[in-house]
Every structure is written in structure tokens, then in C-alpha cells.
């Protein structure tokens, strides 16, 4: 096993490379880099596994050993995957076992030093000396550009049907459909349909603001994936993974330009942790 290190600077706060490195979409954008079409599965948090697959669902099985916001990301590399599924230890496991991934960010005056660290077996010492220079020159257009789409996660300790259901249907969406304990979700219309819509009423319980959440569809594979546009034409991907009999829901969206990033990102976090505790009660 040899021990690359890999380095570079952007011209931006951690915070903003963190989640440039991290979000979703993001993350496929830079990674394409090594295979068009890569992406992962976690809920991205510390302890939890975390899948790097490709489109055909091969790739490796890999332990998040450290997750330090903005400082740190530590992968344990576990073993090998074969149509989204963990294989049997093989030599080629052997030879990746143990291995280790780590990202470190370091800020001085706005600039922000990526430092990578990565555990090869030999053979792929040359791929990976070509492919990830060019992986971190995509990060670093990333990070130094307005961010195009915005990330936010829970996972749920129930069945996939049950998430299904009440992230859908009108008569559990008012439940949990909004930020904080102060607003409630009065009405909701849910035409679950390719080319209809949805309306959501948001309102504050002291009835001072109010206002329609109003989208339409634009795919829909049922216990998987939503896709809809809102009324202002931002689009929202919605995706329903299963790790380990828990459900991993994501979604990831268009940022509005009235609001700060860091205010949308924790309001839409909330609805899903709201969604999370009306789920699991």
C-alpha cells in the first residue's frame, strides 16, 4: 500500500469547500473526474457507512471513521460492491482493506488548503497521480462559483413504504411541513402525478404571514426519487436510498437568491428533521 498526498488552494471559506466537496451534486461533479457517473450513499455522518458507487452499482463499501465539519473527512475503506451489494472478502478486498481517504481544510485570510491523503495499492499509482489533480481542479471551480444546488439529509429507522407515505400524502404532510415550532402547515394538496401539482399552505401561527409552497412534477419513481420544479422555477430532487434497513432521505435543491445559503440550507434541514420526528414517533 503507498501513501499519496494531494493538495490545492480556492479562493474560498471552508465552509463554502466543505459542502463543495460534500453535497451531493457537487460531489458527483468533482468525482467525475476519476469515472463519469460516480456518486455515494450516506447520511454523511460520523460512524456511518457510506457506499462509492458507479452507475452499475459497483465500487466500495467504506466506513466514515471521522466527520469534523469544515476540518476533517475520514474514510475506512472496507471492501468491494458488485450491483449495490457487499461481496465476499476477495484478494482484491484484501489489498483495499484498511485503506485510508482523508481530506483536511486548513482557512488563512479566505483561502482554504485542501489537503488529500490517500491509501493505493500500486498498480493504480499512476491513474490516480493523472486523475486527481483534475478531480481537485473541478472542486476548485466549484467552491469559487455560486453554488447551483444545496444538499440536506436524514435517515429514518422505518420501512420505505411508511417514508414514502408520509412525505406524500396530504394527511401526514401537514404534520411536519415547516421550519419551526412558531409555523404550521395549515392545507395541503399533493397531486402525485408527472405534470400536476402540489400546494403546501405555510403559515405563522399567529397569523400574521402566509404563503402557497407550489410545485409540479417532473418525475416520479415511486420509494425512490421526486423530482419538481417550484413555482419560481428552482428545481428539487428528492431520493429515497435503503442502507442497512434505514432509509437515507435526501434532498437537493436550487438556492433562491433573497436568502443567505447558510439560512436556506438549516431551514429546509429543519423540515426534514421535523418530517424525521413525526415519522418515527
Known amino acids: 500500500m503507498i501513501r499519496l498526498p494531494f493538495s490545492i488552494d480556492i479562493n474560498a471559506p471552508k465552509e463554502k469547500v ?23 450513499i450516506s447520511d454523511w455522518n460520523q460512524g456511518s457507512k457510506i457506499y462509492f458507487l458507479d452507475q452499475n452499482g459497483s465500487g466500495m ?51 482554504t488548503t485542501v489537503l488529500v491523503t490517500i491509501d493505493l495499492v500500486e498498480k493504480y499509482l499512476d491513474y490516480f497521480n493523472d486523475a486527481f489533480p483534475k478531480a481537485l481542479e473541478k472542486l476548485k471551480t466549484i467552491a469559487e462559483s455560486k453554488p447551483k444546488t444545496i444538499t440536506v439529509k436524514t435517515t429514518l ?11 406524500t400524502q396530504p394527511e401526514h404532510i401537514i404534520n411536519w411541513n415547516f421550519a419551526s415550532n412558531d409555523w404550521h402547515c ?54 429515497f436510498d435503503v442502507m442497512d434497513n434505514q432509509i437515507i432521505l435526501t434532498e437537493n435543491f436550487e438556492p433562491e437568491n433573497i436568502h443567505s445559503v447558510e439560512l436556506q440550507r438549516s431551514g429546509w434541514q429543519s423540515i426534514l428533521d421535523n418530517f424525521k420526528k413525526y415519522t418515527e414517533q
Open 157 to 167: 429507522d422505518t420501512s420505505l413504504e411508511d417514508v414514502w407515505s408520509k412525505f
Open 61 to 111: 463499501n467504506s466506513k466514515i471513521a471521522i466527520n469534523k465539519p469544515f476540518e476533517t473527512m475520514l474514510f475506512h475503506h472496507l471492501g468491494e460492491l458488485k450491483e449495490y451489494t457487499e461481496l465476499p472478502e476477495t484478494e482484491i478486498t484484501k489489498a483495499w482493506s484498511g485503506a485510508e481517504e482523508r481530506y483536511d481544510l486548513k482557512e488563512n485570510n479566505g483561502i
Open 18 to 40: 466543505w459542502y463543495s466537496l460534500w453535497d451531493d451534486e457537487n460531489y458527483e461533479s468533482w468525482v467525475s473526474a476519476f469515472c463519469e457517473g460516480s456518486y455515494a
Open 186 to 239: 395549515p392545507k395541503a394538496e399533493n397531486h402525485l402525478e408527472i405534470g400536476k401539482n402540489f400546494t403546501f399552505t405555510m403559515a405563522s401561527k399567529d397569523g400574521e404571514m402566509n404563503f402557497d409552497f407550489v410545485g409540479t412534477y417532473q418525475e416520479i419513481i415511486p420509494m425512490k426519487k421526486l423530482v419538481y420544479q417550484i413555482a419560481d422555477g428552482r428545481k428539487v430532487t428528492v431520493k
